[in-house]
């Protein structure tokens, strides 16, 4: 079982930067692909970054390419999401999921959920 907690969430202007992290506990958190994803009030929860097992391969939607940054530190059991340049479209509830598989960009395939931290880009 993995258990995940978000942080860093906030209020920031437009064109800011924030950084959200997710504490992962579980035996085997270097197995698992990791994942952020989003979900703006009224919309369905969208992809935002994924990160392979060993971290060599990164994955984002269009949307935030050039913009933000995925990372992971597995002996640390962390992953986390840099956010810069930031718009009011990026206003969302972020969620760090995990998957005993290979990468996906569908939520539905991942197994484990934290429960979301709040990201408001203001103006």
């Known amino acids: 079982q993995v258990q995940l907690v978000e942080s860093g969430g906030g209020l920031v202007q437009a064109g800011g930067s924030l950084r959200v992290s997710c504490a992962a506990s579980?035996?085997?958190?270097?197995?698992?692909?990791m994942a952020w994803f989003r979900q703006a009030a009224g919309k369905e929860r969208e992809f935002v970054a994924g990160?392979?097992?060993?971290?060599?391969?990164?994955y984002y939607a269009d949307s935030v390419k050039g913009r933000f940054a995925i990372s992971r530190d597995n002996p640390k059991s962390t992953v986390s999401l840099q956010m810069n340049s930031l718009k009011p479209e990026d206003t969302a509830v972020y969620y760090c999921?995990?998957?005993?598989?290979?990468?996906?960009?569908?939520?539905?395939?991942?197994?484990?959920w934290g429960q979301g931290t709040q990201v408001t880009v203001s103006s």
């Open positions: 999921a995990a998957r005993f598989a290979e990468h996906s960009y569908y939520y539905r395939d991942y197994d484990y």
């Open positions: 579980g035996r085997t958190f270097s197995n698992y692909a």
């Open positions: 990160i392979t097992w060993r971290g060599d391969k990164t």
